[in-house]
C-alpha cells in the first residue's frame, strides 16, 4: 500500500517528463494496483446487468480515464512521506481493510481505508473509503441521478466529457 502510493506520488511529481509520461505512468500504477472493472462494475450498480458486453467495456474504459484525471491531482497533491498504514484487518472472506492515515501540512489527519482483495494473484484495491465515505457508492450514487435522467448512454457521454475537460497534472 506505502509502495503504490509512493509511485503514485513520483509519477505524478516526476520533472522532467511530459504530462503524457506521467500520465502513462499513473495509468499503469492504476491498472497494477486497482481492480478497475470490479469498481466500474459497483460504480454503476443494477444497470451493470442490462448493459451488453462490448458497451461495458466501452464504460470500463471511460470509468477507469475518469477515475484517472479525477483522483490523481488529489493524490499528486501530498507528500507519501505523510501516508502512514496504522492497521490491517479482515473483512468479510474475501477482503482486506487496510486503515491509513494521511497527515495534513496544517495539522490533523485524513483517514482512509483501502478494500484489498486477492485478484488473479494479486492484491487490488477495490474499494477507497475516505472519512466513511466509500467511493465506489459515492459514484454508484452519483453516477444513479445520471442513468435516472439520461440512461447509461448519457452517463458515458458526461464521462466523455469530463476527461476530455480534465488533466491529470498535479495542482502546483
Known amino acids: 500500500m506505502t509502495g503504490l502510493v ?3 506520488g513520483a509519477a505524478l511529481t516526476a520533472s522532467g517528463q511530459t ?3 506521467r500520465e502513462e505512468k499513473f495509468r499503469d500504477l ?5 481492480d478497475m472493472p470490479f469498481i466500474a462494475k459497483v460504480s454503476l450498480g443494477k444497470q451493470w446487468r ?13 470509468f477507469s480515464e475518469f477515475v484517472l484525471k479525477t483522483y490523481a491531482p488529489r493524490l499528486g497533491k501530498f507528500d507519501p512521506e505523510l501516508f502512514h498504514v496504522d492497521d490491517a ?10 486503515a491509513s492515515r ?3 501540512p496544517g495539522g490533523g489527519d485524513v483517514k482512509a481505508g483501502w478494500r484489498i482483495r486477492l485478484v488473479n494473484g494479486q ?9 466513511g465515505i466509500s467511493m465506489a457508492l459515492n459514484q454508484r450514487r452519483e453516477f444513479s441521478a445520471v442513468i435516472k435522467k ?13 476527461t476530455q475537460s480534465l488533466s491529470v497534472q498535479a495542482p502546483s
Request: aromatic fraction near 4%; proline fraction near 3%.
Open 6 to 8: 509512493a509511485e503514485a
Open 19 to 21: 504530462l503524457e509520461q
Open 30 to 34: 492504476l491498472r497494477e494496483g486497482f
Open 50 to 62: 442490462k448493459v451488453e458486453p462490448a458497451e461495458r467495456e466501452t464504460y470500463v474504459a471511460l
Open 89 to 98: 484487518t479482515p473483512k468479510g472472506k474475501r477482503d482486506m481493510l487496510v
Open 102 to 104: 494521511i497527515a495534513q
Open 123 to 131: 492484491h487490488k484495491i477495490v474499494d477507497i473509503v475516505v472519512e
Open 150 to 162: 439520461d440512461g447509461v448512454a448519457g452517463l458515458m457521454e458526461l464521462l466523455r466529457a469530463r
